[in-house]
T-cell receptor, first 119, second 116 residues
């Protein structure tokens, strides 16, 4: 089975621009979660999408948004980029089961990440 | 809220020696704990998880972790370290989210350096 894929792998943008990152989950996985990794803040949860709906959201400004398509592929968008948005963005996929169905025991599998540099 | 703590920023160990990377947790319900490893400029690779049952969990690449409820710890161990084990290790706990869903809270990471 193919793993989680993310595109692009590297990206350079300037302040004020917007960016869109893409994540394709493992086949059959319906949940896609996004995380931001920075040296100062570590790994932080951005949001999760399941069945084309945002199911959970972290503490990030509204400039960070996402969506999920019917094939479970997900995109993350950051508008009006700031220097502080420079980070490693990771997505993770899982089946997305409810806790009553064993969802709490699921493993999230991560993609290779996208390195974003904002100048 | 759930949280995990990794008290050591870096752990140094000689190749062939046993290694331990420490993690303590704080949860309000059942603990669902995970270990991931990250190599430079790569995503996170899953190593192992504790859900319930045996306190000694075996995972990938010869790693194992010991769950200790009384000490609220979930330390990662390996009997004999390899230079190729040198990487950044993260402990994580699944958050209890109303309505279900996936949200992991990660520790700050521990850099493991295995020297010849």
């Amino acid at each position: 089975k193919a793993g989680v894929t993310q595109t692009p792998r590297y990206l350079i943008k300037t302040r004020g621009q917007q960016v869109t990152l893409s994540c394709s989950p493992i086949s059959g996985h319906r949940s896609v979660s996004w995380y931001q990794q920075t040296p100062g803040q570590g790994l932080q949860f951005l949001f999760e999408y399941f069945s084309e709906t945002q199911r959970n959201k972290g503490n990030f400004p509204g400039r960070f948004s996402g969506r999920q398509f019917s094939n479970s592929r997900s995109e993350m968008n950051v508008s009006t980029l700031e220097l502080g948005d420079s980070a490693f963005y990771l997505c993770a996929s899982s089946l997305g089961l409810k806790p009553s169905s064993g969802g709490s025991k699921e493993t999230q599998y991560f993609g290779p990440g996208t390195r974003l540099l904002v100048l | 809220a759930q949280s995990v703590a990794q008290p050591e920023d870096q752990v140094n160990v000689a190749e062939g020696n046993p290694l331990t990377v420490k993690c303590t947790y704080s949860v309000s319900g059942n603990p669902y704990l995970f270990w991931y490893v990250q190599y430079p400029n790569r995503g996170l690779q899953f190593l192992l998880k504790y859900i319930t049952g045996d306190n000694l969990v075996k995972g990938s690449y010869g790693f194992e972790a010991e769950f200790n409820k009384s000490q609220t710890s979930f330390h990662l161990k390996k009997p004999s370290a390899l230079v190729s084990d040198s990487a950044l290790y993260f402990c994580a706990v699944r958050d209890e989210v109303t309505g279900g869903g996936n949200k992991l809270t990660f520790g700050t990471g521990t850099q493991l350096k295995v020297e010849l």
